[in-house]
């Protein structure tokens, strides 16, 4: 018995639940889970279903071709480990949260690397027995740089996610694009809302009320990309930027690492610079 995680996004038309489970009913299969969006207002058609039973991924992919709108978007996916790097800079908040659920076995993925373009935290990942790259950035341009890191990256096959665990530097369009929609980054504020430097310092200027952190696929327009996952914590007057800082530490390894629960799980669907999310 095989299980597939089937995703689906098409133009919305009648009848397409009944066609996808006039499928999964020819080849006998079980679903154990189903959900279903129909943004109205795009006139767009997200399913994701998971079924098990015998047939094989390239059968079920052809028949449900055949029944489904002409451009519909099709995946059969057989679930398994995922393959990830995760890219730090100094801050070990993040990457440390990642490392203890992948050492809980929490996280349906493998870890190939950890790329840094500082050595600060080589120690903690190597405790992990994880291999951890420095690549060194100082007396390099942005793009010198990033040569560097893509030429690294090349040597991995498959990866699935590059997860910026507070990486801090930009990423040039030719990166993104190298890696369209497998990027994820983490975002120290509640985006829209105060996007560059120090946000808290920012949010304690303006006296906000609440705090958050936010997880985006990355893009080509600064913390703009589709958002994956937010959280926020309320705070009060007593509260200075740097006690909002802790707090917000916190939320964020939270939200990453729920976003990339969310990824490793094939629950996203990226459409119009947002995403739809089961």
């Known amino acids: 018995m095989k299980q597939y995680r089937v995703l689906i996004d098409a133009h919305d038309e009648k009848g397409l639940v009944y066609k996808v489970s006039s499928i999964f ?22 399913m994701r279903s998971v079924v098990v039973g015998d047939v094989s991924e390239i ?30 800079t100094k801050e070990s908040h993040a990457l440390g ?9 929490e996280l349906d993925a493998n870890i190939l690397a950890v790329i840094s373009n500082y ?3 080589r120690d903690l990942v190597e ?39 507070k990486y801090m530097r930009i990423l040039t369009p030719r990166f993104v694009e190298e890696y369209n929609n497998k990027i994820i980054n983490i975002h120290h504020s509640f985006l829209p809302a105060f996007i560059g430097a120090n946000p808290y310092k920012q949010a304690y200027d303006r006296g906000v009320k609440i705090i958050g952190a936010t997880a985006h696929f990355v893009n080509n327009n600064l913390d703009e990309g589709p958002i994956i996952a937010q959280d926020i914590r309320h705070i009060d007057h007593a509260f200075d930027w740097k006690d909002m800082q802790r707090l917000g530490k916190d939320v964020e390894k939270i939200v990453l ?6 990824a ?6 990226v459409y119009a610079n947002k995403t739809v999310i089961f």
């Open 257 to 262: 690492s729920r976003a990339l629960k969310l």
């Open 25 to 46: 009913y020819k080849f006998n299969l079980n679903i154990l889970s189903n959900h279903e969006f129909v943004d109205k207002v795009n006139n767009k058609f997200f």
């Open 59 to 88: 059968e079920l992919y052809e028949a449900l071709t055949e029944v489904l709108p002409k451009k519909a978007n099709i995946n059969v996916i057989t679930p398994k480990k995922k393959n990830i790097i995760l890219m730090a």
């Open 264 to 269: 490793l799980e094939d629950r996203i669907f």
């Open 127 to 165: 405790r992990f027995g994880i291999t951890y790259h420095h690549v060194f950035h100082e007396g390099l341009d942005r793009a010198e740089h990033e040569n560097k890191v893509l030429e690294l990256l090349a040597q991995f096959e498959d990866i699935d996610y590059v997860v910026l665990a």
């Open 119 to 121: 050595d600060d935290l």
């Open 97 to 105: 949260d990642i490392l203890m659920r992948y050492e809980a076995d």
